[in-house]
């Protein structure tokens, strides 16, 4: 049976919390006692799942990252397609927010992304097939848990899904640096998509045409971008004022 490998604290404490029938088994470092470990294995003797108590240098061996003493084997998890993303549009109980990477390869860029999605109340976190980074252990660990609560939706073609979404009702600004609407200008409120294109090149050229809108974040320094974790942070958070207001 195929299995995946999540590491870090939250990440584990997470998929506990959410899906613990997932985990197959539960490595611990030994000789760690603090209540952040005490914790995980509270979760994990109520859930009934398996511990296994190992030296670190095997958890070294197991992970690229930083893995915080606590390592979890589990089931793959739901995988999301154009036609759930649509279902989970028309069964929100409130206007949509979807979050659309166009273009973003690293794996702790998309880890940040879902992490400040989940914050933001994003419905669904959508990326193309082909020129994304995938769910992997790494982007897991970045997202600190998030990553086992909003559905990463993969598409084929995302222009074609991007014009699905607006038959659904629901607007998409893309974020571009030449924009002649800021954030804070620009109305943001009702259904909602955000489109974040990838460091340096932006957004394709067919995902910016099929955008309703164009908007910027506003540069006061000498830097013409911002890393696009940070930039996503900043125009999801945007939405969640105006939505507020």
């Known amino acids: 049976m195929k299995t995946e490998t999540i590491f870090g604290i939250h990440a584990v ?19 760690r006692h603090d209540q952040r470990i005490k914790k995980v ?13 190992v030296d670190k240098r095997d958890l070294d061996a197991l992970c690229e990252g930083t893995h915080q003493g606590v390592v979890a084997y589990a089931i793959p998890g739901r995988t999301y397609d154009e036609k759930d993303l649509l279902d989970l549009i028309e069964s929100s109980e409130t206007d949509p927010l979807i979050l659309i990477l166009d273009g973003v390869t690293d794996p702790h860029n998309l880890g940040a992304c879902i992490r400040s999605a989940d914050a933001a109340g ?13 769910l992997n252990e790494t982007a897991r660990k970045v997202a600190c848990g998030a990553a086992e609560t909003v559905p990463l939706v993969v598409v084929t073609n995302l222009a074609r899904a991007m014009k699905k979404i607006q ?7 893309g974020a571009a640096g030449e924009a002649d609407v800021d954030i804070y200008s620009a109305n ?14 932006g957004m394709r050229r067919l995902t910016r045409e099929t955008c309703d809108d164009l908007v910027k974040i506003p540069m006061a320094g000498s830097v013409s ?8 942070g900043v125009v999801l958070f945007e939405v969640v004022r105006q939505r507020s207001l």
Do not use: F
């Open 13 to 31: 404490q997470s998929l506990l919390n959410s899906a613990p029938k997932r985990i197959t088994e539960l490595l611990i470092v030994k000789d």
């Open 188 to 201: 943001l409120t009702g259904p909602r998509a955000i489109v974040m294109g990838a460091e340096g090149d």
């Open 225 to 232: 971008s911002l890393n696009v974790s940070v930039a996503t």
């Open 41 to 53: 294995l509270a979760a994990a003797t109520s859930y009934q799942v398996k511990v296994r108590i």
């Open 122 to 134: 994003v419905h669904a976190v959508v990326v193309p097939k082909d020129n994304s980074a995938g």
């Open 167 to 173: 038959e659904k009702g629901v607007w998409i600004a």
